[in-house]
């Protein structure tokens, strides 16, 4: 059973920072694309940022020039590290993967379970 698990979530000012995590266990061959997506409190949910296996980056333009989105495949985990924090961005964080999995080879995407990020005075 593959898992995602996030952490780093919490309060913060504006103008604050902060550094998600999304770590993968399982029996894993490997990861594919790996994104962060955030719903705040009655909208849908959006694409925030984007990492392809190769290291390609893609981000949503509310958020260009403050956060940025990296992976470890050695840890298997994700980061997102959101500087400037802005009340609109305030929202629940999901990360998202495409993962290979082993026995027998194929893909599926997983979710994790979301932290919830509140930028507040």
């Known amino acids: 059973q593959v898992q995602l698990v996030e952490s780093g979530g919490g309060l913060v000012q504006p103008g604050g920072s902060l550094r998600l995590s999304c770590a993968a266990s399982?029996?894993?061959?490997?990861?594919?694309?790996v994104d962060w997506y955030r719903q705040a409190p009655g909208k849908g949910r959006e694409l925030v940022a984007a990492?392809?296996?190769?290291?390609?980056?893609n981000y949503a333009d509310s958020v260009k020039g403050r956060f940025i989105i990296s992976r470890d495949n050695t840890k298997r985990t994700a980061y997102l590290q959101m500087n400037s924090l802005k009340p609109e961005d305030t929202a629940v964080y999901y990360c998202?993967?495409?993962?290979?999995?082993?026995?027998?080879?194929?893909?599926?995407?997983?979710w994790g379970q979301g932290t919830q990020v509140t930028v507040s005075s």
């Open positions: 998202y993967a495409r993962v290979v999995l082993t026995n027998p080879y194929r893909t599926n995407d997983f």
């Open positions: 399982g029996s894993i061959a490997g990861i594919n694309a």
């Open positions: 990492v392809s296996s190769g290291g390609s980056t």
